[in-house]
């Protein structure tokens, strides 16, 4: 991402901030539009933000690597418009984490571990495996980014 360092960094504020940087477990059965039983195991990196000002700076300076929409709550607690900046392409991931990098500091860790569960997924065919051809390292990567998101290594 050619981007001037203060924007980078502006970013990696963001995302230390009201980012979160993540891998989902999703159980899958074998059914008409899925030809695969076993896991799925989903990386995101996403921002999650009532000010819609801050939502669409993030996405006019880098929203060409992201999917941005308005987010209604499941809580009838949490009242107001929130939005969601999300990121869900392997490459799209690496481009937008390796050019923060260097200036995260909360989420660091979190970074490298997901640079390498994507960058180990990449280009694989993972559809016509039942458990989508994930390694025991992929596992363990996994693993390791739910225990930093749970506050483990922080």
Request: aromatic fraction near 8%.
């Amino acid at each position: 991402m050619l981007l001037a360092p203060e924007k980078l960094a502006y970013l990696a504020g963001i995302v230390d901030g009201e980012g979160c940087i993540s891998i989902s477990k999703v159980h899958r059965s074998k059914t008409n539009s899925t030809p695969y039983d076993g896991i799925r195991l989903s990386a995101r990196v996403n921002i999650s933000n009532k000010s819609k000002l801050l939502m669409e700076e993030l996405d006019s300076t880098a929203g060409h690597l992201a999917n941005y929409r308005p987010y209604d709550f499941n809580n009838p607690l949490r009242k107001g418009q929130a939005y969601i900046w999300e990121i869900g392409k392997l490459q799209n991931i690496v481009e937008f984490l390796e050019s923060i990098y260097p200036y995260l500091i909360v989420k660091k860790k979190h970074c490298e571990v997901l640079l390498q569960f994507c960058k180990s997924r990449i280009g694989k065919n993972h559809l016509s495996n039942p458990d989508r051809g994930y390694t025991k390292d992929e596992h363990v990567l996994y693993l390791q980014l739910c225990n930093l998101n749970n506050g483990g290594g922080l």
